[in-house]
């Protein structure tokens, strides 16, 4: 099979593409290096049957080709990362909602099916734990910054699903919740690749907050077994699903557990949301996903656990930082 990544340089994409290479198929990344990085297809550069195209999903002409080539889409391209969106909103919603239209409106022009990522950040402020693919979002004001990434996510689900819907297009979403490992970087505000940095150079690990806040961390080789299992199935296209580890961890015991892990002498230090982002910031006190439709789909079942993740994520960094 020929498969299109947008995104594909990025950390998901990336290890998307090696995943799916190695699965026998030709994989075409197109990506313009916003944040992702040709040092991510390392692996992938020289293979035959890998193909990097730099240039953005905005371009049409270019995307048109690749996707009339392609037998399956994997739409990743997307601004990323909380930091960037606070301090990026134009990049964030344009890229997003465009991008997204883009590729639809030519996988439908083509007919060829679709994988949408979308986010946790959806489920916004809302208590339910777990969330489900049916809640409610529970978002707030459009004068914080952070609430576009949802809106815009939210509008590339509700598009996807319409051509489903109403063009019969096999589109699905996955809603991916915070996903870790290898290769991914702290500059766009991911916790913990940042914590991991600060630890092995002994620097502060920066807690936002009181570090009460919890999330749930999946390895990124386990996303990646997921998208690849939920379109070789056939009754998944036109759903959303949740993607994600139920393993549950306070922001202030992961700065702990890496400090640990790593021997590391960095003092702990609290930073105020306002600090951190932007002026009345607004966080999810919890984030865990519900994540039966998976396990009922694909049999899904994280096979790494928070511990050994960070042990991959600090070796990888080690070996970054001595190459
Ligand atoms: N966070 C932190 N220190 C950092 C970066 C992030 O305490 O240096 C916190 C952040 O405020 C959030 C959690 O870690 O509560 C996860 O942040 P991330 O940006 O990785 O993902 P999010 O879940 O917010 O999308």
């Known amino acids: 099979m020929k ?36 040092k991510n297809l390392h692996a992938l550069m020289e293979k035959k049957g890998f193909q990097l195209i730099v240039d953005s999903v905005l371009n049409e002409p270019t995307l ?32 997003n909602i465009r991008g997204s239209e883009v590729v639809l409106k030519l996988a439908n022009k083509w007919r060829k099916p679709v994988v949408v990522a979308s986010t946790s950040e959806i ?18 004001p ?4 952070r609430w576009s990434y949802a809106c ?46 600060q630890a092995l150079s002994h620097d502060p690990i920066t807690v936002y907050g009181d570090g009460s806040q919890s999330r749930t961390f999946c390895s990124i080789f386990d996303v990646v077994d997921a998208l690849i299992r939920l379109v ?9 699903f949740n993607i994600g580890s139920d393993e549950e961890i306070s922001i202030l015991e992961l700065a702990k557990l890496v400090k640990k892990k790593t021997n590391s002498r960095s003092e702990i230090k609290f930073i105020s949301y306002d600090e951190a982002y932007e002026a009345g910031f607004e966080d999810m006190q919890r984030r865990i996903p519900n994540i039966a439709k998976l ?9 790494h656990s928070i511990s050994a993740i960070i042990d991959q994520v600090v070796e990888s960094l080690k070996k970054s930082n001595s190459s």
């Open 64 to 95: 048109d080709a690749l996707v009339r080539e392609a037998d399956l889409i994997y739409h990743l391209a997307a601004a990323v990362g909380v930091k960037l969106i606070v301090s990026q909103p134009v990049k964030t919603i344009e890229t």
């Open 123 to 140: 489920y916004g402020k809302g208590s339910s734990i777990p969330f489900t693919e049916t809640d409610d979002m529970v978002l707030g």
């Open 295 to 303: 396990k009922k789909a694909i049999g899904f079942q994280p096979r």
């Open 142 to 145: 459009t004068t914080r910054n």
């Open 152 to 197: 815009s996510k939210a509008i590339d689900e509700f598009l996807a699903l319409a051509y489903h819907r109403e063009k019969a297009l096999p589109v699905m979403c996955v809603r991916l919740f915070n996903t870790v490992g290898p290769r991914q970087v702290g500059q766009y505000g991911m916790v913990l690749p940042t914590f991991a940095r």
């Open 232 to 240: 070789e199935k056939n009754d998944t296209w036109g759903e959303v």
């Open 3 to 38: 498969v299109l990544v947008t995104g594909g340089a990025g950390f998901i994409g990336s290890h998307l593409g090696e995943a799916l290479m190695q699965r026998n198929n030709e994989v075409v990344a197109i990506d313009d290096l916003s944040t992702g990085d040709t």
